[in-house]
T-cell receptor, first 114, second 112 residues
């Protein structure tokens, strides 16, 4: 079946602009994660959605970052007033219920803030 | 919260030799330990995982060992091949929690 998809694959934006990144998880996966990966760095947890529960936002680096998940499926990560340090690859992953199941990653969105 | 440390950050081996990557974790309640391989420009993909009720798991040239007492787990790749070159991430999670805690990654280079 289809894997996790993300769009756009690449996004170049000017400093100060807002951007929206989209994630389509695997059908039936109720858990969805967003990560940020800076060049040559590890995976930085941003936010986690599980079903209809309140999301775990503990990894969001500032109030410029927000995410929502509509209908328990598609998720959108929004970065307002982008800064150059926001440049990174943003990865989305989904899994079955709970954190003891394999996460399937999307291909990522490479964000460049000029 | 959980803290996962991974070593080494870079590793170079000759083709055919073995490679070992080690991770430690801090929360004794962690009970699921996956390893992900990320090739250049691609997404991380699960290569092997282990749960806390076993000490070792093997899949062809790849094996993972877990020492719950010492709170560390290791990835072993035998008979390395150039296509094993990638960044490898370890992770730990609790079945009562929401997060996966990732290590900082190991860049493995297999020299032909």
């Amino acid at each position: 079946g289809a894997g996790v998809s993300q769009s756009p694959s690449n996004k170049v934006t000017e400093k100060g602009k807002d951007v929206e990144l989209r994630c389509d998880p695997i059908s039936g996966h109720t858990a969805l994660y967003w990560y940020r990966q800076s060049l040559g760095q590890g995976l930085e947890f941003l936010i986690y959605f599980q079903g209809n529960s309140a999301p775990d936002k503990s990894g969001l680096p500032s109030d410029r970052f927000s995410a929502e998940r509509t209908g328990g499926s598609v998720s959108t990560l929004t970065i307002q007033r982008t800064q150059q340090e926001d440049s990174a690859v943003y990865l989305c992953a989904s899994s079955l219920v709970g954190s003891v199941h394999e996460q399937y990653f999307g291909p990522g969105t490479r964000l460049t803030v000029t | 919260g959980e803290n996962v440390e991974q070593h080494p950050s870079t590793l170079s081996v000759q083709e055919g030799d073995s490679a070992v990557i080690k991770c430690t974790y801090s929360d004794s309640a962690s009970n699921y330990f996956p390893w992900y391989k990320q090739e250049l420009g691609k997404r991380p993909q699960l290569i092997i995982d282990i749960r806390s009720n076993v000490g070792e798991k093997k899949d062809q040239r790849i094996a993972v060992t877990l020492n719950k007492t010492a709170k560390h787990f290791s990835l072993h790749i035998t008979e390395t091949q150039p296509e094993d070159s990638a960044v490898y991430f370890c992770a730990a999670s609790l079945n009562t929690g929401n997060q996966f805690y990732f290590g900082t990654g190991t860049s493995l280079t297999v020299i032909p």
